[in-house]
């Protein structure tokens, strides 16, 4: 699910969210995972369009364990807590997190213990009374252990499976209740109305026009409040100019109010995974408004570093066509494997030397986690490469 940063709200979203109770929420960097009643009222899960009713219903590769896992113990949780509670086609939404390092946040978890974190925890059959009048928390809603099955590969090469005693819990993130936003940043907002406001309302000089009233202006229709006689293409001109303007001002407001509501935000909430752990930022409920509050630049590249090998050997959704897969698709089998087994050997080598870096660093001076120079070589990230290697080889086996 695609969640609006704070930076890209629109005028009418912006206004909304300073004038409306937020429900804050920590934002987890896992897998997004979906699971509720289908419209026969049967308990199904999603996978991007695809439904799955049963867990033999998911693809047997090493990607799939976590999803895998997650079905099973979310079908427990939906027949102990809401099937009788939830009418047909309803969807819960939450992110797995399978391990320290699922994704590029680093996080505090015990070995073999995962975590399926429900994210639309405001829903009514889903509320939990944790005995406070309010403020953060994080409440287990079941705890699930057993013996369940591992795919992986051991070298990138084979891929084998493996039974684990594993303990899921499925909880809800760390949050601020909605009414209680008025104590932790009832200032901020308050402030923020009256910038808002007056920056708004101030005339821009063009046909007695405020900036608001140029902030809204469609260039390919003529609004109400220009006169059909000054719609001319100088005005025009003029309004596009201005406009580019006022967008850089409300751009510098909402970055503003992203570093005060951030540091507000900072004193009261708790990460999800105690004691040290990260946190990517914050998704946030005002009304009808949904979005995020994250460092946007700084985390899209360490994402993207963090991906580069899955990006380069599968691709991207955007740059698929450039990926390993696409660009040798035409190539014979022995070619693509030998290919595939040099960059497998090189990626092995710059594994060691990132590994002995890493550890030559973090002897003599503090690492901070997530950063580029421990993203292969924490040893989560560098299995999901070897799994990574094997299912592309098992493609090209198999004709892809």
Same mark, same amino acid.
């Given at each position: ?26 934002? /987890? ?21 695809? &439904? ?81 009048? #309010? #403020? ?39 949050? @601020? @209740?909605? *009414? ?48 059909? #006689? ?50 990517? #930022? ?10 995020? /509050? ?19 050997? *599968?691709?991207?959704?955007? &740059? ?31 594994? &060691? ?7 030559? *660093?973090?002897?003599?001076?503090? *690492? ?25 080889? &098992? ?6």
């Amino acid at each position: 699910m695609s969640i609006k940063h704070l930076e890209d709200l629109t005028y009418n979203e912006f206004r909304t969210i300073l004038e409306t109770e937020w429900h804050v929420s920590e934002k /987890i960097d896992g897998s997004f995972f979906i699971f509720g009643k289908d419209e026969y009222g049967f308990y199904a899960t999603k996978k991007g369009f695809q &439904k799955l009713r049963k867990v033999s219903d998911w693809p047997d590769t090493c990607w799939s364990s976590d999803f895998k896992q997650a079905h099973e113990v979310a079908h427990d949780f939906y027949l102990e807590y809401i099937k009788d509670k939830i009418n047909d086609n309803f969807q819960i939404e939450a992110e797995i997190v399978g391990s320290s390092r699922h994704n590029t946040i680093v996080y505090t978890l015990e070995e073999n213990t995962k975590y399926l974190v429900i994210t639309n925890s405001s829903i009514d059959c889903l509320h939990v009374d944790n005995g406070k009048a #309010g #403020g953060t928390y994080r409440y287990p809603l079941l705890n699930f252990n057993s013996i369940m099955e591992e795919t992986y590969s051991p070298d990138g090469i084979d891929i084998q499976k493996a039974y684990k005693e594993t303990q899921w819990s499925i909880i809800f993130p760390s949050q @601020i @209740i909605s *009414v209680f936003s008025r104590v932790y940043i009832g200032g901020v907002l308050k402030n923020y109305i009256s910038l808002f406001e007056s920056y708004f309302n101030n005339y821009s000089g063009i046909l007695d026009l405020t900036y608001k009233q140029v902030y809204n202006t469609k260039l390919n229709k003529r609004p109400d409040y220009i006169e059909k #006689g000054n719609w001319t293409p100088e005005v025009r001109a003029r309004i596009k100019e201005e406009r580019e303007l006022v967008n850089n001002d409300f751009l510098e407001l909402k970055l503003m109010f992203k570093r005060k509501v951030t540091k507000s935000l900072s004193q009261y909430m708790k990460t999800t995974f105690m004691p040290v752990s990260m946190i990517e #930022g914050y998704v946030v409920r005002a009304g009808n408004v949904v979005f995020k /509050i994250t460092n946007k630049e700084g985390f899209t590249k360490a994402n993207m570093y963090t991906h580069f090998l899955k990006y380069m050997l *599968v691709g991207d959704p955007v &740059k698929k066509k450039h990926s390993f897969l696409s660009r040798t698709k035409h190539w014979s089998q022995e070619d693509r494997l030998s290919r595939l087994e040099v960059l497998r050997q090189r990626f092995l080598k710059h594994h &060691k030397k990132l590994k002995k870096n890493f550890e030559n *660093v973090s002897a003599n001076s503090h *690492v901070t986690p997530g950063s580029t120079i421990i993203s292969y070589s924490s040893p989560d990230m560098f299995q999901r490469a070897l799994n990574l290697f094997a299912e592309v080889r &098992k493609r090209i086996i198999d004709g892809w």
